[in-house]
């Protein structure tokens, strides 16, 4: 994957009236950043929002890619890529790593490969809190863009 890449991260129960602002930022973050490819997860509603805007951006910008982001080997769970995405990712190393441990630890690597976050965190005690604040660490080093939505 290219070096401008995006990755999400929020609630699997975001609700649905998120969906304008996650598109604006998608918006944002391909006209102000120069964002052209996307990865996203499959396991909540926010992964399902996020491909969504991300979809709806694919058609007003040729060129833009969509990834999904698998936390098991795609031989151990196998994934049908669903419409609109161009490919899958499976982090380097995940073999190792206990099934249990699998999402969170994919979501991490998502993280240390990504040069912008797009991130719905409300929920204090949650995984998706915990990667904002590495994210957030991790742009104090210029290391990646963090955009938290309200």
Do not use: W
Request: proline content about 7%; some cysteine.
């Amino acid at each position: 994957m290219s070096e401008k890449i995006c990755f999400f991260i929020g609630h699997r129960d975001a609700p649905a009236s998120l969906y304008p602002a996650l598109l604006q930022e998608v918006e944002r973050h391909i006209g102000l950043y120069g964002v052209r490819q996307f990865l996203v997860g499959h396991y909540g509603a926010f992964d399902r929002l996020s491909a969504r805007a991300v979809l709806a951006a694919k058609k007003a910008h040729p060129g833009l890619a969509l990834f999904l982001l698998l936390p098991y080997h795609p031989a151990e769970q196998p994934v049908s890529l669903p419409a609109g995405f161009d490919g899958a990712y499976y982090p380097p190393g995940m073999e190792r790593v206990p099934r249990r441990m699998a999402i969170a630890r994919a979501n991490r690597a998502a993280v240390d490969g990504a040069s912008h976050l797009i991130a719905y965190a409300v929920h204090a005690a949650s995984n998706a809190r915990a990667l904002t604040e590495y994210a957030r660490r991790r742009e104090a080093r210029g290391l990646i863009t963090v955009t938290a939505l309200p």
